[in-house]
């Protein structure tokens, strides 16, 4: 069955830098757009990022697309997540989604904290 297992997360100080890993298994990932959703303490799910199949086509909402970079491995199934100079309003937990016609599959999430 599809699994989405993130990793990387942790405590930083406002400016420093985190990767994010999202492992995935159960489905071919090499065939499908991969996302980055991210749920603030209090908030909604906001969309962070997301990745076409091969990986040369990246998107992002202009308030991060200066800090943040998608990437994967399809020989790998992982997909990444390069954060750089980190706000704390970039705390929160972070999802590996993926969608299907019908249905999402998400991990478990990896906490992300911005704080001095």
């Known amino acids: 069955q599809v699994q989405l297992v993130e990793s990387g997360g942790g405590l930083v100080q406002p400016g420093e830098s985190l990767r994010l890993s999202c492992a995935a298994s159960?489905?071919?990932?090499?065939?499908?757009?991969m996302y980055w959703v991210r749920q603030a303490p209090g908030k909604g799910l906001e969309w962070v990022s997301h990745?076409?199949?091969?990986?040369?086509?990246?998107y992002y909402p202009d308030s991060m697309k200066a800090r943040f970079t998608i990437s994967r491995d399809n020989a790998k199934n992982t997909m990444y997540l390069q954060m750089t100079s980190l706000k704390p309003e970039d705390t929160g937990v972070y999802y590996c989604?993926?969608?299907?016609?019908?249905?999402?599959?998400w991990g478990q999430g990896t906490q992300v904290t911005v704080s001095s």
């Open positions: 990745i076409n199949t091969d990986g040369d086509r990246t």
């Open positions: 159960g489905f071919t990932f090499s065939s499908y757009w």
């Open positions: 989604n993926l969608r299907l016609m019908f249905k999402q599959y």
